[in-house]
Every structure is written in structure tokens, then in C-alpha cells.
């Protein structure tokens, strides 16, 4: 492995604003949103928060460290210490190509938003619903966008990890603040906008079920995009004097605060608009435009810097979904970043217009019982996501030596980290128990059985057959 080659970061800031980038993206604009919406507010967001403290600072600080500890990618990084975990990493790429084959599709619907938000889309607050159901099940409008949001994505991460992903973040990162909190100032201030914040901060624990427990956790792993070797990627780009505990407290805590501006930018405004918290995945596509379209003349204003949010929000994370399988193209086969890169992105493109046109003209097209779409985000975020996390954490916590996780966490020592005795205990112990427990019980109650066991035989068979990759 010729490690002198690999891409490092060029700035602690530029890592920050890369992995935050990579972290903050639909999954707290677009997803956040609409869950806590369906899972009524606040119990939702202090379960959320919960899981986030607990377990996804833990798999985080995990992440970075096996990464940076190994300097190489997610597969490289099982593989150096023990042959045998090799499946644990491959599943990790895995993951990143079926998120893949997803995400971009709705990156691609932020995109042509932008664009709708100034063309009319806001005229008539009565039919934005139906033209966004029109839209989604189109065939040629939707994968237009997602082409050109890919394309955006392929021309970050071909320029490189310090070039490419870093500067995308440093200049998009701190944009996506400023928009939000423009439109956050504009909601706050709207007559009733009080009954949002009662909605986002005043738990009814009457809400709380075993379901609702899976959508908080598995929800904290796809937002801090964790459990599939996207921050082992990230970490193994780290340099050694970086201070791993502080980083992680600065992206997961970043990711939380955007996910919870997020909830402040939509749900105070909605409420004002006596309009549902329940509007799932068209929330933002549905009900934030009527919302800004109720505004007049500024909510046309303010939709385009909504939708320009939430379009660079989704490209930096979807340029680090693409670099977790690039990278693996890099380290373990040795390929050239631009061959790597059009190769993953040529693979992304077919699974993208698969799951689009699932939505529409394909819709009679079901694996298991359920469409394209549908079948890599329930595998992704009910299945993949968590098992991964069970992984990491079990493989840090019992096959590599404490001691040399101990020295990677501490930098031999010279950082001090008076948490470090918690967390090599939630890492061994209480993460992958917790996380089993709401998986095993989640994963039991997919409603679709057939996609289920279909998540699961292929664990078994990667960790039958990686051994050879
Ligand atoms: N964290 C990203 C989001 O919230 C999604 C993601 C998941 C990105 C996993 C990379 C890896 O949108």
C-alpha cells in the first residue's frame, strides 16, 4: 500500500467543514424534518439526541480513530488488523453504493427547486402538491437534475481530497448557515410561530414506541453518516497531531445543530400557516414552498435560498458517499482516482435511474414487494447502517489491542480525554448492545419481511466470501 500517496487533508478547518459536510445533509434537512414531524416533535428529538450523545459520538470517535489509526479506507482499515473483518469494511462500501443510488435522486429534486422556486412554482399555493408528486414520477424532468447533480458531485471528488472535497466544504459549509438562518429569522417572526417551537421542544412521551426508537437511531447513524466507513475514510485522511475526541464533538455537534435549524426554519413557519407536521418525505418539497409561497413577494426569495441550502447540504455529502467507494478503488485495487471515480459514478447512475423511474413509469417494477427506491433506503437505513455500526464497534472494542486504540484516541498521550475509560465502555459493550437491540427489534418489524431477509442474507455471504477481495 503506497501510503505516502494518499490525499491528506490540507487544514483542520478544511476536515471539519469536510466530514461536517458530510455529515449535514438531507438527512437533517429533508429527513430530520419530516420524522420528527411523523413521530410528533419532541419525543422524537430527545430520543434523537439521546442516541446521538451516546452512541453516535461513540461510533464516530471509533470511526475516526480505526481510520486515521490504519491510514487507509474502510475496507483497508478491518483488513490490516484482521483478515477476517475484511466483510465488515466491503459491507461499509456496499452501503455507500445503495445510498448512492438514492440520495442523488433527491439531490437532484433540490436542484431543479432552485430553478422551480423562480419559475412559477410559487404562483399557486393549491397545486405545488400535486406538481411535485407530477414532477416526482416524470421520467425525463427528474433524472435531468440528478444527472446534473451528479455531475456536479463527479467534478468535486475527481480534483481530489484536498482540492476537490476539502474547498467545496470550506466554501459551502458556512453558506448553508447563513441561508438558514435567514430563513429561521423570517419564520420566528411569523404571528403564532410559537406553537413550532412548542411542537420541536415540548415532548409528548405518549408518542414513544419501539418504531419510533428505530427511526431516532437509525436516523442519528445516516445523518452523522456513520456505519459504513464514511468517517473511516475521512479519519485515515487525518493528520496525527489532529485531536480526534475534539473533532468529534465539533462535527457531531454541528450536525445536530443544523438538523435542529432545520426544524426551527420549517416547523414555526408551518404552524403559522396552520398547515401538518406530518407531510413525510414531500415535507420540504411540499409544504415549505406553499409555506414561502403564502409569503408573497420575500418567500420567492427565501425559497431559492432554502432550496440552494438544502442543494449544497446534500452535494457535500453525497461527494463523501462517493469517495468512500472511490477510495476503495484507490487503496485496495490501486486504480487512479479518475478511473475510480467514473467508475463508481457510471455504477451510481444506473441505480439512480433505476429508483427515479421507480417513482413513475417503473412503479409495477417491485423487488421483494417493494420499488427501487424504496428497497435501497429501507435496506440502507433499517438494516446496513446499523448492523455496520454493531460492527465497528465490536471490531474496535475486541480485535483491535486497547492499547493501540488508546494511543490513537490520545495521540500517544499528549491529548488528554478524561472520557476515555467511558468510552472504550460504550464502545465494547453498551453501543453494540443498544444498537442491537433497537435493530433486532426494528428489523423485525419491517413490514416488508422479503427485504429483510434479503439485507441479511447478503451479510452472510459477504462474510462468507470477502475474504478473497
Ligand atoms: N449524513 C448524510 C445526510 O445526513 C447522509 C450520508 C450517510 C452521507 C452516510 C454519507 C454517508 O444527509
Redesign the pocket.
Known amino acids: 500500500m503506497k501510503k505516502e500517496n494518499r490525499g491528506q487533508w490540507g487544514s483542520r478547518f478544511g476536515f471539519i467543514m469536510a466530514a461536517a459536510g458530510?455529515?449535514?445533509?438531507?438527512?437533517?434537512?429533508?429527513?430530520?424534518p419530516y420524522l420528527a414531524g411523523e413521530n410528533g416533535g419532541g419525543a422524537f428529538i430527545i430520543f434523537y439526541l439521546i442516541f446521538v450523545v451516546l452512541i453516535g459520538m461513540t461510533v464516530m470517535l471509533t470511526e475516526f480513530s480505526v481510520g486515521r489509526m490504519t491510514a487507509t479506507a474502510a475496507v483497508g482499515s478491518f483488513k490490516s488488523v484482521d483478515k477476517r473483518w475484511t466483510f465488515a469494511g466491503v459491507i461499509g462500501v456496499l452501503?455507500?453504493f445503495l445510498?448512492m443510488g438514492f440520495?442523488p435522486v433527491v439531490g437532484g429534486w433540490a436542484v431543479a427547486y432552485i430553478f422551480k422556486s423562480v419559475t412559477g412554482l410559487l404562483s399557486n399555493p393549491d397545486v405545488i402538491g400535486s406538481s411535485f408528486d407530477t414532477f416526482i414520477t416524470g421520467t425525463w424532468e427528474p433524472l435531468i437534475w440528478t444527472a446534473i447533480f451528479l455531475i456536479l458531485n463527479v467534478f468535486v471528488v475527481v480534483r481530489g481530497v484536498s482540492s476537490g472535497i476539502e474547498a467545496a466544504g470550506k466554501i459551502l459549509m458556512p453558506m448553508l448557515f447563513v441561508l438558514l438562518i435567514i430563513i429561521i429569522g423570517k419564520g420566528l417572526t411569523l404571528p403564532d410561530a410559537g406553537k413550532g417551537l412548542e411542537f420541536l421542544f415540548k415532548p409528548d412521551f405518549s408518542k414513544v414506541s419501539g418504531k419510533m426508537l428505530l427511526s431516532a437511531l437509525g436516523q442519528a447513524?445516516?445523518?452523522?453518516?456513520?456505519?459504513?466507513g464514511?468517517m473511516i475514510t475521512y479519519g485515515s485522511y487525518l493528520k496525527k497531531e489532529e485531536n480526534l475526541p475534539a473533532n468529534t464533538f465539533i462535527v457531531s455537534g454541528l450536525?445536530t445543530l443544523v438538523a435542529l435549524m432545520a426544524g426551527l426554519a420549517i416547523f414555526p413557519a408551518l404552524f403559522s400557516f396552520g398547515m401538518e407536521p406530518a407531510g413525510g418525505p414531500g415535507l420540504v418539497f411540499v409544504v415549505v414552498p406553499t409555506i414561502f409561497a403564502k409569503m408573497g413577494g420575500i418567500g420567492t426569495v427565501l425559497s431559492l435560498i432554502f432550496f440552494v441550502a438544502l442543494f449544497v447540504?446534500?452535494l457535500t455529502?453525497?461527494v463523501?458517499?462517493l469517495e468512500?467507494a472511490t477510495s476503495y478503488f484507490i487503496d485496495e485495487r490501486g486504480w487512479t482516482r479518475s478511473k475510480a471515480v467514473v467508475f463508481v459514478a457510471t455504477i451510481m447512475i444506473v441505480l439512480c435511474i433505476l429508483s427515479s423511474l421507480s417513482l413513475g413509469v417503473m412503479g409495477g417494477f417491485k423487488i421483494l414487494g417493494v420499488g427501487v427506491f424504496d428497497l435501497l433506503d429501507i435496506l440502507?437505513d433499517k438494516i446496513f447502517?446499523a448492523v455496520g455500526g454493531v460492527l465497528v464497534t465490536v471490531f474496535a472494542g475486541w480485535s483491535v489491542k486497547k492499547e493501540d486504540l488508546f494511543n490513537e484516541v490520545t495521540n500517544n498521550g499528549t491529548v488528554p480525554f478524561a472520557l476515555l475509560n467511558v468510552w472504550y465502555g460504550l464502545v465494547k459493550y453498551v453501543a453494540p448492545i443498544i444498537i442491537s437491540i433497537v435493530a433486532i427489534v426494528g428489523i423485525a418489524g419491517i413490514a416488508q419481511k422479503g427485504v429483510m431477509f434479503l439485507g441479511l442474507s447478503i451479510f452472510v455471504i459477504l462474510a462468507i466470501f470477502s475474504k478473497k477481495l
Do not use: E, H, P, Q
Open positions: 458530510s455529515a449535514v445533509g438531507l438527512g437533517n434537512i429533508w429527513r430530520f452501503s455507500a445510498i440520495y447513524f445516516f445523518s452523522l453518516s456513520l456505519g459504513m464514511c450536525d447540504a446534500a455529502s453525497s463523501s458517499l468512500v440502507t447502517l
